[in-house]
């Protein structure tokens, strides 16, 4: 072969340039795990994660919560879908309940409805972000069939099945027989009001398609400031869930009677859901939430038990750090005697 080839193949090699990063030769931290390290990881995590899971809890079980669902009680028993569906019957509720503790305003309002599948993927897609957001984008309705044009084929807006089931039962609240006012202002994120929604986009055609849907919307307000609409395109991880219907922004004391007359709209009786009205106070972790204070306290008591259990066996059996005597080879055993 000729020597010049030789030359030119060895200069086409491909072997990587030399460097710390190729060759794995960084700088790293290699902690040595010895029993006082150990020991005092856990001690520390204990330490901080108990009294966090301590105060979590006492900030939940301080909150006040009512819960009533009333899907059952406000329907007649033998046929509840006929009843839902039938325009002309009267769908008023009255519902009283007894507040157990004082309650501080603010007060929310939660509407809560159970095995409703948001999350379900044909669901979630039936939108248009687009035409949410710009006004010219009303032709966009490709992505929002079966709602993406009314009977008589023009654009829906907004379109979709996530906005035509759109949840339209009422809350009228009185508190001993005085009207109270429900504030339903800023009940939506404002992210969501300032760049999913346009201020110049307004509904037209909406519930007009070929199926029976939830509410209607006002056709001289903004996509921006539908509020009840931005809290609900928000769609939901799970198939029971909670969406903020409004505030009380006065306080309500042990043992004031509440009257709550409901329009039972929505149909949640063809699927087998199930609806529920929630008054409930907010604390620093926010709504009613058990489940941190206890995750919190379990990890920290784990811990705890943990280095207390190292520390009795450090006491007990101590052992010398990178003693050689207790590798396998070294050790008298019955398979390999002395």
């Not at 931290?29 to 899971?53: E, M």
């Not at 489940?291 to 920290?300: D, N, Q, R």
């Amino acid at each position: 072969m000729d020597p010049f080839q030789l030359e030119v193949d060895s200069k086409k090699s491909n072997k990587p340039k030399y460097s710390k990063f190729t060759q794995q030769e960084l700088p790293a931290c290699k902690p040595l795990l010895t029993p006082g390290i150990v020991i005092s990881a856990f001690l520390l995590v204990g330490i901080l994660f108990v009294p966090i899971g301590l105060a979590s809890l006492s900030a939940s079980q301080e909150i006040v919560e009512l819960i009533d669902r009333y899907d059952i009680s406000c329907v007649p028993m033998d046929d509840k879908v006929g009843f839902i569906q039938n325009s002309k019957t009267d769908k008023t509720c009255t519902r009283t309940l007894t507040v157990p503790k004082h309650m501080k305003s603010p007060i929310h309002i939660y509407y809560q409805i159970g095995d409703f599948y948001q999350n379900h993927r044909r669901y979630v897609k039936s939108r248009s972000d687009k035409q949410l957001r710009h006004k010219d984008a009303a032709h966009l309705t490709k992505d929002c069939e079966p709602e993406g044009n009314s009977a008589d084929g023009v654009p829906i807006v907004p379109c979709g099945l996530i906005a035509w089931s759109l949840f339209n039962d009422t809350y009228t609240i009185s508190v001993n027989k005085k009207a109270t006012e429900v504030n339903k202002k800023d009940i939506a994120w404002q992210s969501d009001k300032n760049n999913k929604f346009g201020n110049d986009v307004y509904p037209s055609n909406f519930q007009r398609g070929n199926l029976i849907g939830g509410a209607q919307l006002n056709e001289s307000i903004p996509l921006s400031e539908q509020e009840d609409l931005i809290v609900w395109m928000r769609t939901a991880a799970l198939p029971t869930f909670r969406k903020l219907y409004g505030r009380i922004e006065t306080d309500i004391m042990a043992n004031d009677q509440l009257t709550v007359v409901i329009q039972n709209n929505y149909n949640t009786y063809s699927f087998g859901g199930s609806k529920a009205l929630v008054l409930s106070t907010t604390s620093w972790i926010g709504g009613k939430n058990n489940f941190i204070g206890v995750a919190y306290l379990t990890i920290g008591v784990l811990c705890l038990s943990l280095a207390m259990s190292f520390i009795v066996l450090y006491m007990v059996k101590p052992r010398t750090l990178g003693d050689p005597s207790y590798l396998s080879w070294n050790r008298d055993t019955l398979d390999y005697p002395d």
